[in-house]
């Protein structure tokens, strides 16, 4: 079955409004990472986060290990922050063997 | 402190011809690993290092060899390309245990097999 689903697949949003992406994975992890692939193709990394919450600027994370999912909250969004966000998980036993989901695509409109 | 790189940033091959990607990091990471990501997908395992002399298979591991004789460099071979190798291959890096398992990734290389 699916180990790693992203939702939604694909959100369009107008500048400056805010946006929840979610991450589900089936068994408990030791890595949890999520990631911004610009339309240029790089992936940048956005958080490293197995449990807990952060934040970054405008951008914030948390992962509840206990329940299996971890959120990326987006706030003010600008064109800047289109592209495909990743969430990819390592299960346990598999610290650095990263499972990917499919990815979020973001359109964020002037 | 560049970090992951990745040669060649673009490639085209024929079928039945081989190449060597090459990736190299500078952080000292004990684990390098290859990905490859076909269009609208996430990326997928193809093999990993968690260091010198030691590699394994990951989750789409035919078609490809690795080895890995440095702590630097982790180059993936292409022994004769087939059409479904076509994809943008990512090269990554990260620790051994420690307080982290953060992977940082190289460029990308994107290959065309025609």
């Known amino acids: 079955g699916i180990q790693v689903e992203q939702s939604p697949p694909d959100l369009i949003l107008q500048e400056g409004a805010n946006s929840t992406l979610r991450c589900n994975f089936s068994d408990s992890v030791n890595n949890l990472q999520w990631f911004h692939q610009n339309p240029w193709g790089q992936l940048i990394n956005l958080f490293y986060i197995p449990s807990g919450t952060k934040q970054n600027g405008r951008l914030s994370a948390t992962t509840v290990a206990t329940e299996r999912y971890s959120l990326l909250y987006i706030s003010s969004s600008q064109t800047t922050d289109s592209g495909v966000y990743f969430c990819?998980?390592?299960?346990?036993?598999?610290?650095?063997?990263?499972?990917f989901g499919a990815g979020t695509r973001l359109a964020v409109h002037p | 402190n560049a970090g992951v790189t990745q040669t060649p940033k673009f490639q085209v091959l024929k079928t039945g011809q081989s190449m060597t990607l090459q990736c190299a990091q500078d952080?000292?990471?004990?684990?390098m690993s290859w990905y490859r990501q076909d269009p609208g997908m996430g990326l997928r395992l193809i093999h990993y290092?968690?260091?010198?002399?030691?590699?394994d298979q990951g989750e789409v591991p035919n078609g490809y060899n690795v080895s890995r004789s440095t702590t630097e460099d982790f180059p993936l071979r292409l022994l004769s390309a087939a059409p479904s190798q076509t994809s943008v291959y990512f090269c990554?890096?990260?620790?051994?245990?420690?307080?982290?398992?953060?992977?940082?990734f190289g460029p990308g290389t994107r290959l065309t097999v025609t």
């Open positions: 952080m000292n990471h004990e684990y």
């Open positions: 290092s968690v260091g010198a002399g030691i590699t």
């Open positions: 990554a890096s990260s620790y051994v245990g420690g307080r982290t398992y953060e992977q940082y």
């Open positions: 990819a998980v390592a299960f346990s036993g598999g610290y650095n063997k990263l499972i």
